[in-house]
């Protein structure tokens, strides 16, 4: 069964850092790609950032390059997302999402639809 776990959320203030990790359990990570999403109060989830586990690529929303950073752990099963100088308007739940690997092009991989799995969510709030 597969299961993934969400921590690390918070409340920051704005400026600051926060790491989110998301553990994977009941498959093989190597052959998926697992990605970040957040959603707030009344909006779409959006597309945070993504990697294939295998190759270890990586992608992001223009909105977080070069703040973000996502990582995986292959001992631990675990993917990371470093935030910096976190933004008020970074306010929002953050999901982990999986889906094997063979599913994704370079565009596909932004859209949640195509996630087949997905975490409970961890709420992080940035004041100003």
């Known amino acids: 069964q597969v299961q993934l776990v969400e921590s690390g959320g918070g409340l920051v203030q704005a400026g600051g850092s926060l790491r989110l990790s998301c553990a994977a359990s009941g498959f093989t990570p190597s052959d998926y790609a697992m990605g970040w999403f957040r959603q707030a109060p009344g909006k779409e989830r959006d597309f945070v950032a993504a990697i294939i586990w295998s190759r270890g690529n990586t992608y992001y929303a223009d909105s977080v390059k070069g703040r973000f950073t996502i990582s995986r752990d292959n001992a631990k099963n675990t993917v990371y997302l470093q935030m910096n100088s976190l933004k008020p308007e970074d306010t929002a739940a953050y999901y982990c999402?999986?889906?094997?690997?063979?599913?994704?092009?370079?565009?596909?991989?932004?859209?949640?639809?195509?996630?087949?799995?997905w975490g409970q969510g961890t709420q992080v709030t940035v004041s100003s």
């Open positions: 999402a999986t889906g094997p690997a063979r599913r994704f092009t370079v565009v596909t991989i932004h859209r949640p639809a195509e996630y087949a799995y």
